[in-house]
């Protein structure tokens, strides 16, 4: 079995030599156990964050031990009634492609046509599930809203996009950082407003897609963009705080927004969340996104990198942007 290693922590850009690929043999499962061939793992944003030696929500990387993260595959030996050989898991030990690991550490999936695996690490697993959760639980969003989402064209924000046309919105405003993902936003999405954040300074461009102000503002980015959101908020806006992007690579955090004061002039609320405190929802999730998807509604795009040895360069890739929708590495 291979596996990677985080061997450096990266200052700044994470590159290729922050990782190394090591061979192992692996054990039988135990009583309990399953073993599990990935079929394809998966890179996140917060991976970065694990990179760093430092408290978080999520603990730190060990250097010299196999990295983490989702994966989905298919059980190959089982030491457990209720995860029998032959099972689809989501579980948690990527960046490898063989792992044995508790059987009630893995969550078993359904095995559906016309659903690919990959879908249960995207639109339908934790990516598709914070989008759900942020936009209805956390944004309290209602039909009429209009509905800014930054990162838009990556694997949260895309379905943030979409939930909100689904859910009733009254325009939905997206930003991305390429004219194809702009393309994208408008045309394959059905986005009303969409801007490249490259294009000039936020405010001015959010000012032009959002004439009449922001209802909801989904902040996958922070920065530059969360200021311009806070200032285009209508009275009782709601922002939720998922992610800040364009802050994970920088040894010093930016200065916060210099518009704060707005929060009491327009009563509005803003309000950081994980997803991974919102496992209440997931029958709800399931059957609404699930039910989305299965009926052609939903747009699931991924960007598909194939082989483990590429993951560190798929990682680093996504933090650039080489992402359209959810991106996913193949072990075929
Ligand atoms: P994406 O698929 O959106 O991939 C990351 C994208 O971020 C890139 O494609 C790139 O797109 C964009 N990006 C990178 N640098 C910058 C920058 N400086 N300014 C603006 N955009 C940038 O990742 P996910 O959908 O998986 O995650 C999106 C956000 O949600 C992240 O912040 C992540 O941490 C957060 N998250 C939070 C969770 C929670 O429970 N709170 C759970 C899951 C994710 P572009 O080309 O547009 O720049």
């Known amino acids: 079995a291979r596996a990677f290693h985080l061997v450096s922590r990266p200052q700044g ?27 394809a793992i998966s ?16 603990a730190p990387w060990q250097l010299d031990q196999p990295a983490q993260g989702g994966a989905v595959g298919e059980v190959i030996a089982s030491g457990s009634d209720q995860v029998p050989v032959g099972s689809l898991v989501v579980h948690n030990l990527g960046w490898r492609d063989y792992a044995v690991l508790p059987a009630d550490q893995a969550a078993v999936v359904p095995r559906q046509d016309g659903v690919s695996p990959t879908l ?43 939930f909100a046309k689904l859910s009733g919105a009254r325009q939905v405003i997206g930003s991305a950082g390429s004219p194809a993902k702009i393309d994208y936003l408008r045309d394959v999405l059905g986005f009303d407003s969409v801007f490249d954040y490259h294009d000039g300074p936020a405010a001015e461009l959010l000012a032009q897609a959002a004439p009449d102000g922001v209802d909801v503002f989904f902040d996958n980015v922070g920065g530059e963009q969360l200021e311009a959101a806070i200032g285009r908020m209508n009275l009782h806006g709601r922002i939720a705080i998922c992610g800040s992007i364009s802050n994970y690579n920088k040894e010093q955090p930016e200065p916060g927004p210099r518009n704060l004061g707005l929060f009491i002039s327009s009563r509005l609320t803003m309000t950081g969340f994980l997803v991974g405190d919102h496992s209440d929802i997931a029958d709800e999730f399931t059957r609404t996104v699930g039910g989305w998807y299965a009926s052609g509604q939903l747009v699931a795009r991924e960007t598909v990198v194939h082989g483990l040895e590429n993951t560190p360069a798929a990682f680093i890739g996504m933090l650039k942007g080489d992402n359209t929708g959810k991106m996913i590495i193949k072990l075929d």
């Open 13 to 39: 850009e994470p590159s290729e030599d922050n990782f190394r690929l090591v061979t192992s043999t692996l054990p039988d499962p135990g009583p309990g156990e399953i073993a599990v061939r990935n079929l």
């Open 43 to 58: 890179v996140d944003p917060y991976m970065r964050g694990r990179m760093r030696d430092a408290a978080s929500y999520a």
């Open 120 to 162: 249960y690490l995207g639109a339908l697993g934790m990516t598709g599930r914070t989008a759900y959760v942020g936009l209805l639980r956390i944004a309290s969003f209602k039909p009429g809203d209009i509905v800014f989402v930054s990162g838009a064209a990556g694997a949260v924000g895309s379905m943030v996009g979409q």
